[in-house]
């Protein structure tokens, strides 16, 4: 496979990303915002939490988007009985040469698919924290480094589930975006039927990019102008958050930079190299809610974290200008 010149321009970012998202779109018929959501979690070195109920394309997802990429991707079925060494690797005793040696587990991969995660016990669960915020994985004492890129691609099913167990805030908070795939439109369930009645489509994909190029693209992203005005304007959605009566805990530090991340993805693959008010929007949902803890008393009243985020869209001053 060619890897391709991604830093030299910002059409050609944006190119090969409508070429990821077009393959994938092979498997996943009629969900191109989940498609694009999904890439720029990715491009934006970010982690993904897809929720939803069984049966609408989770899995399909997550396997589309790794078959699409030339990089080592590995698979991991939460269960409840899946033990932390099973993720992320053991030491044992070789015999042959009388020392200890590290055995990596799933973990160690470029793409992972934890599949149905929030099967597993809290303690397996709480064993991918590391991985997730520091790239690196410390099995007795030694710290044993995870290679770029590395993005967790977690699905679950909700909460309401009998065998579920809550992920708990900290793992909440190392995902980049969460989202929901939704049913399909009447047009995409018939393509649904077209393209998977007899065969199944992720089999014939090929892939389209290279460790190397989703590399470079997250280089690109990362040197994307984000105005003075603009950083203002998310501090101010936090510090709004932070105040909501609605809200128990608001806006994090780190999910003020991972919104910032984010937008300067979309910037990059809508072939800008600046960061405009409406990436901020657009992301702002798929990034802030699952972060955002409501407080009893809204909880009760069946407020949800996306209304207060709605909200905080509509009473934050937009910056005008450049």
């Known amino acids: 496979m060619v890897t391709r010149r991604v830093e030299d321009t910002p059409e050609s970012f944006a190119e090969l990303f409508g070429t990821i998202a077009d393959n994938v779109a092979q498997v996943v018929q009629g969900k191109p915002d989940v498609i694009e959501l999904t890439l720029l979690c990715l491009v934006a070195e970010g982690h993904l939490l897809i929720e ?16 699409s990429l030339d990089c080592r991707w590995t698979r991991i079925q939460f269960t409840p009985d899946l033990l932390p060494s099973d993720v992320v690797g053991v030491t044992i005793w070789n015999r042959g040469t009388n020392e200890f040696e590290f055995r990596p587990g799933v973990v160690f991969s470029n793409l992972v698919l934890g599949d149905e995660i929030n099967r597993a016990s809290p303690k397996t669960q709480s064993a991918l924290l590391e991985a997730m915020e520091e790239r ?13 890129p590395f993005m967790v691609m977690a699905t679950q099913n909700p909460v309401e589930h009998e065998g579920t167990y809550p992920l708990p805030e900290s793992q909440l908070d190392r995902f980049l975006m969460r989202l929901s795939v939704g049913y399909p439109a009447r047009e995409a369930e018939l393509e649904i039927l077209e393209a998977h009645g007899g065969t199944t489509p992720i089999e014939d994909l090929t892939p389209v990019a290279s460790v190397k190029d989703i590399a470079n693209m997250a280089a690109w992203a990362r ?14 959605m936090a510090e709004t958050t932070r105040r909501h009566p609605a809200l128990a805990l608001g806006m994090s530090p780190r999910a003020t930079l991972a919104l910032q991340k984010a937008a300067r993805a979309r910037a990059a693959a809508s072939g800008r190299e600046y960061v ?14 699952h972060r955002l803890i409501p ?5 009760m009243q069946g407020i949800e974290t996306t209304e207060v985020v709605d909200d905080v ?3 934050v001053p937009v910056p005008r200008g450049r």
């Open 52 to 67: 939803d109920v069984p049966g609408v394309g989770k899995t399909s997802l997550a396997k589309a988007v790794a078959a």
């Open 313 to 315: 869209l509509r009473h």
């Open 295 to 299: 407080t009893p008393e809204a909880a």
């Open 276 to 289: 405009v008010p409406d990436d901020i929007k657009a992301l702002a949902q798929a990034v802030l809610a």
């Open 136 to 148: 690196q994985v410390t099995v007795d004492g030694h710290t044993h480094l995870l290679e770029p």
């Open 223 to 236: 040197n994307i102008h984000v105005a003075p005005a603009l950083k203002g304007y998310l501090v101010d």
